[in-house]
């Protein structure tokens, strides 16, 4: 059974630094990566890496937010540095085998249950 458990969000201040980590079971995966929902919206594409290490990144987190991935342990993370108050939503980790999935959630058949990450001050 795939399962896919995200850890790491918490409150924080506009400035801060936050990682989010996303630990698989069940089977490894192409492509992993991260969605977020901010409240009244959809879900939007934040960045995904796959097993080579090849990133892609939405436009709106480049040169603030890192997505890394351990093999071996079967975990993906999303480093978010300098957080802002509109970085505030639940953020969820997908993962597919899908060869060069982009940034339709619907192209994502595996999804964790969320984590909350709220920048204010």
């Known amino acids: 059974q795939v399962q896919l458990v995200e850890s790491g969000g918490g409150l924080v201040q506009p400035g801060d630094s936050l990682t989010l980590s996303c630990a698989a079971s069940?089977?490894?995966?192409?492509?992993m990566g991260w969605f977020h929902q901010a409240p009244g919206r959809e879900r939007e594409f934040v960045g995904t890496i796959r097993w080579s290490g090849s990133l892609t990144y939405a436009d709106s987190g480049k040169g603030r937010f890192t997505i890394s991935r351990d093999n071996a342990k079967n975990t993906v993370y999303l480093q978010m540095n300098g957080l802002k108050p509109e970085d505030t939503a639940v953020y969820y980790c997908v993962a597919t085998m899908r060869i060069g999935p982009g940034t339709n959630p619907n192209e994502y058949e595996h999804w964790g249950q969320g984590t909350q990450v709220t920048v204010s001050s």
């Open positions: 069940g089977r490894t995966f192409r492509t």
